[in-house]
C-alpha cells in the first residue's frame, strides 16, 4: 500500500476535542466556557451523508484557505470569528502537533452560535426544489409557478434551517419560526446580513465564471455583536455551478464531489455504512476540483503564497 498523504484523524494529545463534524474537529484552548476554540479542517470527504473511507489529500488545507479568502474579502462588513491562522501564533502547548494543523487550521473566538442555518438561494436545487415541487414554496415563501429544477429565482431568498443533532438533516424552517427562536430583532438582522454577504460573494464568483447558487451560513454573537463564524462560501458550504455549463431543467453536477458520486453509483454501492474507498484516480481528479475551485475563487495558483 503506498502511503496515505490525507489527513482523516486529527489528535492533539491533551487538548480537549469539542466537538467532531463529518469533516471538521473543533478544539477548545482553555478552560470552558469562554476559551478559544481550534477549528482543524481534515481530509474526510463526505457523499450520499456518509464519510468515506478515504481521504483527499490537502482538502482541509483547501477548504481553510477558501473560508479564509472569504472571511477576508468581507471583512469590511461583517466581522468574523478569526483570531489567527498562522501556527507560529498558536500556544506553545500545539506545537508538537504542527503538521497536522498547518494551512488547515484556525483558532477562532467562542461565540454564543445561534441555533439557526442561515441558507440564501439564488437558485432552486437541493431540498429547496424538492420543497417547491411539494408544496410550491420554499420555507413559507410563494414562488412563481412554473419554475424548473436549476433555474435562478426571481430574486435571492433567505430560507433558514433549524439545526436537528444526531446526524439528521436540517431542517427548512419559516421566517416566523426563526423569529420565535431567536425574536425579531436578531432575525432580521440575520437575514439582512446573509443576503448582503450572498449579494457580494455571488458577484464576486460571477466574475470567476461561477454560480453562486446557494449557501449557508452561520452567526453568533459575543456581547451585542453578531459574528460570521465556521466556514464560509467553501464547496462542502455552498453549491457552486461553472457557469459555461448551467443548463437548467434537471439537476447540475457537482463542481467537486461529482466523480466521487458517479464512482459510488458505479459499483451499486447501498448508501449505508461502511461507506467504501475511492480508487486513486478519483480521488486525484477530485483533488484537482478542489483546486480548481481554489483557484477560480481565489486567482491564486499556490495554497500557501
Ligand atoms: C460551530 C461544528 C465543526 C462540528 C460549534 N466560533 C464558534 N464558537 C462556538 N461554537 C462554534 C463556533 Cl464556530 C461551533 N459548530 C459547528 C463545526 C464540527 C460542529 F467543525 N459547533
Redesign the pocket.
Known amino acids: 500500500m503506498p502511503s496515505d498523504p490525507s489527513l482523516r484523524q486529527t489528535d492533539l494529545g491533551e487538548t480537549p476535542l ?4 463529518k ?4 478544539y477548545a484552548l482553555g478552560p470552558a466556557p469562554d476559551s478559544d ?1 481550534l ?1 482543524i479542517a481534515t481530509d474526510r470527504i463526505s457523499a450520499f451523508d456518509h464519510v468515506l473511507a478515504t481521504g483527499i489529500p490537502d482538502k482541509g488545507r483547501i477548504l481553510t484557505q477558501l473560508s479564509l479568502f472569504w472571511f477576508n474579502f468581507l471583512r469590511e462588513f461583517v466581522p468574523n ?1 478569526v483570531i489567527t491562522a498562522d501556527v507560529a501564533e498558536y500556544p506553545a502547548s500545539l506545537a508538537p502537533y504542527r503538521s497536522q494543523l498547518e494551512g488547515r487550521s484556525m483558532i ?6 445561534f441555533p439557526v442555518e442561515c441558507v440564501v438561494r439564488g437558485y432552486i436545487s437541493g431540498s429547496g426544489w424538492k420543497d417547491y415541487q411539494a408544496t410550491g414554496a420554499i420555507c413559507g415563501i410563494d414562488l412563481p409557478a412554473g419554475l424548473r429544477e436549476s433555474d435562478q429565482l426571481p430574486q435571492p431568498i433567505f430560507t433558514p434551517a433549524a439545526k436537528i443533532n444526531t446526524g439528521g438533516h436540517d431542517e427548512n424552517i419559516s421566517y416566523q419560526q426563526v423569529e420565535k427562536i431567536l425574536g425579531p430583532v436578531h432575525s432580521d438582522a440575520l437575514r439582512t446580513l446573509s443576503l448582503e454577504i450572498y449579494d457580494r460573494a455571488s458577484k464576486h464568483a460571477a466574475s470567476m465564471g461561477l454560480i453562486l447558487a446557494d449557501t449557508k451560513f ?1 452567526f ?1 454573537i459575543l456581547g451585542d455583536q453578531i ?1 460570521l ?3 464560509v462560501l467553501t464547496p462542502d458550504s455552498s453549491r457552486y455551478w461553472p457557469a459555461d455549463a448551467y443548463s437548467p431543467g434537471g439537476p447540475q453536477p457537482s463542481f467537486d464531489k461529482q466523480f466521487v458520486r458517479d464512482y459510488l453509483e458505479s459499483i451499486r454501492w447501498n448508501k449505508q455504512t461502511p461507506a467504501p474507498a475511492l480508487p486513486q484516480e478519483i480521488v486525484a481528479r477530485t483533488r484537482d476540483k478542489y483546486l480548481e475551485a481554489f483557484h477560480l475563487i481565489t486567482g491564486r495558483t499556490s495554497l500557501t503564497a
Open positions: 469539542l466537538a467532531r463534524g469533516v471538521r474537529d473543533i476554540l477549528f470569528h477562532v473566538r467562542r461565540l454564543q452560535m452561520e453568533g459574528i463564524a465556521d466556514e
